[in-house]
């Protein structure tokens, strides 16, 4: 379970999938219902931005979907993979082999190079593409010797993506991407992600607060109160570049 997968574009349902999920914390006698019966459904390919206020549930949603956390009940899938069902191995091998994950902090290696901050990644993956790739793809061919320190926020956060996307995953889960940066950066930042999702089919999600990513998606899906309170088909698609806020 959960060691191998389909070649992309083999699987014909969704990559990622939901029903009835729940999440509750407790601290004390306290209680935070987090999701609420969470329905989703995630198609190879897809390119996603899910919206809502702090505390809507997104960040929770989005640390089960990549096995970072568990749910209090109904079932998320992984193709056909049962997440809620998996061990903690299985979850590791999931996390490992099919999910890259992008946070607004990049949480690179302050002493490796973007090249090597890369390679730590494609030296565990199953079949990974080779880091000078990877950070080619997101423009960076030209800093690839450069330390964290040398570059800037946005380079930073494309080192992360190239990091994420190098074992080419099925699932690209990303929180808050541009938070830390200003609109110019930013587009960079979406220009890398729209071109990995077009290049090498990875289904990407992006939480984000700024209502005006949602032009650059496939589909947007908006979080309220722990439930999704509705979801919106893009019958045009803006570039990166054609975004502002």
Same mark, same amino acid.
């Given at each position: ?52 206020? &702090? ?15 568990? =749910? ?76 964290? =320190?040398?570059? &800037? ?77 509705? &979801? ?8 990166? &570049?054609?975004?502002?806020?």
């Amino acid at each position: 379970m959960l060691n191998g997968r389909p070649e992309a574009g083999v699987a014909s349902g969704p990559v990622l999938r939901t029903r009835g999920l729940c999440k509750t914390y407790r601290t004390g006698e306290v209680e935070v219902q987090a999701l609420r019966n969470v329905d989703f459904e995630a198609r190879p390919g897809e390119f996603i931005v899910i919206l809502g206020p &702090s505390g809507s549930g997104k960040s929770t949603f989005l640390n089960i979907a990549g096995g970072l956390d568990s =749910a209090t009940s109904g079932e998320a899938w992984f193709e056909d993979h049962s997440l809620t069902q998996a061990s903690e191995a299985q979850l590791t091998r999931y996390r490992r082999d099919h999910v890259g994950f992008i946070f607004q902090f990049y949480n690179l290696m302050p002493t490796l190079t973007a090249l090597e901050n890369v390679r730590l990644v494609t030296e565990i993956a199953r079949k990974p593409m080779r880091p000078e790739e990877a950070l080619a793809l997101v423009g960076l061919e030209d800093r690839m010797d450069h330390f964290p =320190a040398q570059l &800037s926020g946005g380079e930073q956060q494309r080192v992360a993506i190239a990091r994420a996307i190098a074992k080419q995953p099925a699932l690209l889960l990303c929180d808050e991407p541009t938070g830390a940066l200003d609109s110019k950066t930013g587009i960079r930042v979406l220009e890398a992600l729209a071109l990995v999702n077009e290049r090498i089919g990875t289904t990407t999600l992006v939480i984000t607060h700024n209502a005006a990513i949602r032009e650059i998606a496939h589909r947007v899906i908006y979080f309220a109160n722990g439930s999704i309170a509705r &979801s919106e088909t893009n019958t045009v698609r803006k570039a990166p &570049s054609e975004v502002s806020w």
